[in-house]
C-alpha cells in the first residue's frame, strides 16, 4: 500500500486513538499488573510478564496469571520475603523455552534488586549515569540482571540491544512504566525516563506494517531497525513516539494490515 506521508500520519494518529484504551487490556499480557494498585506490585507483575511475553497472547496471559497465583497475588510481599525454599513452588514453571530455573533466578534476582532500590533505580542507577540513551539504559540494567550467578541459558531472556537484539519484551517494560498517557494502559509510574526517549517495541506484527506503510526499510527485526522506526515515529510525536506503537500493533493484530 502506497500512501503519501500526510496520510500515513492521519493513518497513525487514527489508530492509535482507537487502540490506546482501556479495551485494549483485556487480551494483552498488560492486563496482569493492572490487577494490583500498589506501585512495586505493579513492576514485578509487569516486568514479569512482559519477560514471558511472546508466542500466543491468550498463553503469556494465563501463564503470566500462574505466576501471580503461585505468588499468592502479592508479588512484591513474595520477593521481599521469601526464603530459599519458597522459590521450589516455581521449579515447574513453563512458559516455551522460559523454565523452571530461569524463573527461579528472576524471582532471586528481583528480590536482590528490590533489596538494592528497586527496578526503576535499576534502569538509571549510578552504573549507567551519563548514558541517556535507551539501548545503553537496558543493556545496563541486563548486566544487574545477571550480576547474581545465573543458570546456563537464562541471559538469553535478558535482551541487549547493544549485542543487536531488538529487546522487544524490555521495551514495552518501559513502555508500560514510563509512558503517561492517561488512557488507562500505560501506567507513567517512573520519572526518571522521559517518554521521548521510549523506543518502540518491534515485534513480527509491529515490523511487518511498518514496512507495508514504508516507514521501515531495514529487513532485519534487530536494534538497528527500532533506532530507524523509532526516529520516524519522533517525527510525528517527538514527545510521545511509543504512542503509536498501538497503531502499528492494533494493525497488524486485528485488522491484519
Known sequence: MELRPEEIRELLDEKADIYNCRDFIVSDPVSIPHRYSRREDIEIAAFLSASIAWGQRPVIVRNAGLLMDRMDNSPYDFVMHARPGDFAAFGNFR?????????????????????????????SGPEIAGRRDTASAISGFRRRFLSFGPPPGTSRHVADPLAGSSAKRINMFL???VRKDKRGVDFGLWNSISPADLCCPLDVHTARVARALGILKRKQTDWKAVAELTAFLKTLDPDDPVRYDYALFGLGVFEKF
Open 175 to 177: 513502555r508500560w512504566m
Open 95 to 123: 512458559h516455551r523455552t522460559f523454565g523452571g530455573s530461569d524463573c527461579i533466578y528472576f524471582l532471586k534476582a528481583l528480590q536482590a534488586i528490590y533489596r538494592e532500590g528497586g527496578l526503576e533505580k535499576a534502569f
